[in-house]
């Protein structure tokens, strides 16, 4: 059974620093999706990463995937309000088909 | 403009009342898939189809049931068995392309059992 472990949980930070989220998984897995989510929203698919070594980035997000240490990150780059929201990773499981989704890590970004 | 519906948005039921809920797909994709949310927790999987006719049960399938007649249709019920209902719900489809399972997301149907 994939287990799938985020931290922090919870993240408040000032606008304009840098901070990493981080997901670790716990069995093999060679893909892994992140999402987020606003407040009594639903999810928005923001990266696809497909291979160990994949890197992706979009504005001040770059997320990165370790298949071998199974382990992915989501660096953030001078943050700012707009980013406040919740993010999920989502590993494969090999079988294909199904995603295990990570508690989430509440991020606020404070002015 | 293609993209998947949930309805309805909010949902209210009397507890021993057995419910179901939409969602509906024009993206032609063959895999659907429905969530169940919590406050402050992440989703787990109730159950998902890969093929009309077919579906299987997620990590908590129980109190739950569902039918896939059409590709673009897959209605979750929640029948009286389920012991907390109270939830948010998701559903969410993909096509495999190349082996990629990257999920598109329904609005949610928020679901409250008094």
């Known amino acids: 059974e994939l287990k799938v472990e985020q931290n922090p949980l919870f993240l408040s930070m000032q606008e304009g620093k840098n901070y990493t989220i981080y997901c670790n998984y716990s069995?093999?897995?060679?893909?892994l999706y992140w999402y987020r989510q606003d407040p009594g929203k639903s999810l928005e698919s923001l990266f696809v990463?497909?291979?160990?070594?994949a890197v992706k980035q979009e504005g001040r997000l770059m997320a990165s995937l370790d298949t071998k240490a199974r382990l992915s990150t989501l660096h953030i780059t001078a943050a700012v309000h707009d980013l406040s929201a919740t993010y999920f990773c989502?590993?494969?499981?090999?079988?294909?088909?199904?995603?295990?989704f990570g508690e989430g890590t509440q991020l606020t970004v404070n002015p | 403009d293609g993209g998947i519906t949930q309805s309805p948005k909010y949902l209210f039921r009397k507890e021993g009342q057995n419910v179901t809920l939409s969602c509906e797909q024009n993206?032609?994709?063959?895999?659907m898939y429905w969530y169940r949310q919590d406050p402050g927790q992440g989703l787990r999987l109730i159950y998902y189809?890969?093929?009309?006719?077919?579906?299987q049960k997620g990590d908590i399938a129980e109190g739950y049931s569902v039918s896939r007649e059409k590709k673009e249709s897959f209605p979750l019920t929640v029948t009286s068995a389920q012991k907390n209902p109270t939830a948010f719900y998701l559903c969410?489809?993909?096509?495999?392309?190349?082996?990629?399972?990257?999920?598109?997301f329904g609005p949610g149907t928020r679901l409250t059992v008094t």
């Open positions: 069995t093999t897995s060679d893909r």
């Open positions: 990463l497909l291979s160990n070594g």
């Open positions: 993206l032609n994709h063959d895999a």
């Open positions: 189809s890969q093929i009309v006719n077919d579906f």
């Open positions: 969410a489809s993909t096509n495999p392309s190349g082996s990629v399972y990257e999920q598109y």
């Open positions: 989502a590993p494969e499981e090999t079988s294909g088909s199904r995603l295990t």
